[in-house]
């Protein structure tokens, strides 16, 4: 047998064995919409995949409203976006960076930076006016959406400057940093957070589906 093939039986010889009979039944995770779309396919996919008898049902979108379900039993686990997020597990922090189009230009002299910032109470809404209100940096909002690919598409577009998490840099985007004037972002944090009443083999097999998508 080919080495390549020992390896990948040896891989899922070991997924198997982490639980003595098949997962069933339900499970309900909540995925943050700045997750890359590869991410959560990968996510969604593979736990598919190596857990065909489990039910998945998914939500994307704005994290503050996930410890909410969570503590109303309409989620099992969801990751969660912050700075200093608090979860019962957590990820590697993400640097956060201002992006902005390839060919924007801007000078912070004469102009007030016109900025692209969501529409929802969320730590992403709150940072990029907090570091520019700290930093005496003139700004103004050029676009507001609820809709984290929304305001992507914003910066990508190239009406505003934004703040993204940097795996969600595009490559017509360029990253804008001190020496462009803007000022330091502090690191993102996602943590997981989970459901007392929630199976705790689902849960456990979630979140490592999770870990390996993000590669933490």
């Known amino acids: 047998m080919l080495p390549v ?4 039986l040896a891989e899922l010889d070991g997924i198997g064995a982490l639980f003595d009979a098949p997962l069933t039944g339900r499970i309900r995770v909540g995925v943050p919409d700045d ?3 590869g991410v959560l396919e ?11 008898d489990v ?8 994290t503050s409203r996930f410890e909410r379900s969570i503590q ?3 989620l099992d686990i969801a990751v969660c976006s912050g700075i200093g997020a608090d979860g019962e597990q957590t990820f590697s922090p993400e640097p956060t960076v201002w992006a902005a189009q390839e060919q ?7 102009e007030q930076v016109p900025i692209a910032v969501l529409d929802r109470p969320c730590w992403w809404r709150d940072l990029p006016i907090k570091a520019l209100n700290d930093a005496g940096l003139g700004y103004r909002v050029v676009f507001k959406s609820a809709s984290f690919p929304s305001m992507r598409a914003a910066i990508r577009s190239g009406l505003a400057v934004g703040v993204l998490p940097l795996h969600c840099v595009e490559d017509n985007m360029r990253v804008l940093s001190v020496k462009q004037g803007f000022p330091e ?15 705790a083999d689902l849960t456990s097999a979630m979140a490592q589906a999770i870990r390996r998508a993000i590669g933490n």
């Open 5 to 8: 093939a020992r390896k990948i």
């Open 55 to 62: 039910n998945v049902e998914a939500t994307s979108g704005c």
């Open 185 to 199: 972002l502090p690191a993102a944090v996602r943590s997981l957070i989970i459901s007392e009443e929630a199976p």
């Open 104 to 110: 924007f230009r801007f000078d912070f002299s004469s």
């Open 35 to 37: 997750f890359d779309d």
């Open 42 to 52: 990968q996510v969604l996919a593979n736990f598919a995949h190596r857990y065909p």
């Open 72 to 74: 109303k039993n309409s």
